[in-house]
């Protein structure tokens, strides 16, 4: 009977140390597992901002360009209009020279 609570001692021992030696390695591969799934959806994560980064950036980019032509043509667009400025004020000047003329002249009858 001895031998019978040894075998079945043994076999409970060999069990309880079975299964916290599975348990531990399970643990062991679990984390790692976690560990690479988090390290892989980081880089995703990083890979997708950098993406949205750049696109962002080039965007930026394609603004201040538009934005640098529209003002050369704003300053264009003053020049031109202070030159028609200039030359509609000298045709008004020269208009009122001849109408003045014309009204200092003596009417003939």
């Known amino acids: 009977m001895n031998n019978t609570w040894i075998a079945i001692l043994g076999g409970?021992?060999?069990?309880?140390?079975s299964s916290f030696v599975?348990?531990?390695f399970a643990k062991r591969k679990y984390n790692a597992e976690v560990d690479h799934n988090l390290i892989k959806?980081?880089?995703?994560?990083?890979e997708f901002y950098?993406?949205?980064?750049?696109?962002?950036k080039e965007r930026l980019d394609e603004v201040l360009r538009e934005k640098n032509e529209l003002r050369k043509e704003?300053?264009?667009?003053?020049n031109k209009l202070a030159a028609?400025?200039?030359?509609?004020?000298q045709y008004g000047l020269?208009?009122?020279?001849e109408d003045?003329?014309?009204s200092n002249q003596p009417e003939e009858q």
């Open 12 to 17: 409970i021992v060999t069990t309880v140390a």
């Open 22 to 24: 599975s348990w531990f």
């Open 41 to 46: 959806n980081m880089q995703e994560s990083l």
């Open 50 to 56: 950098k993406k949205l980064s750049d696109d962002t």
């Open 74 to 78: 704003v300053d264009d667009l003053r």
């Open 84 to 89: 028609l400025t200039s030359t509609l004020a």
């Open 94 to 97: 020269l208009k009122l020279m």
């Open 100 to 102: 003045n003329k014309e």
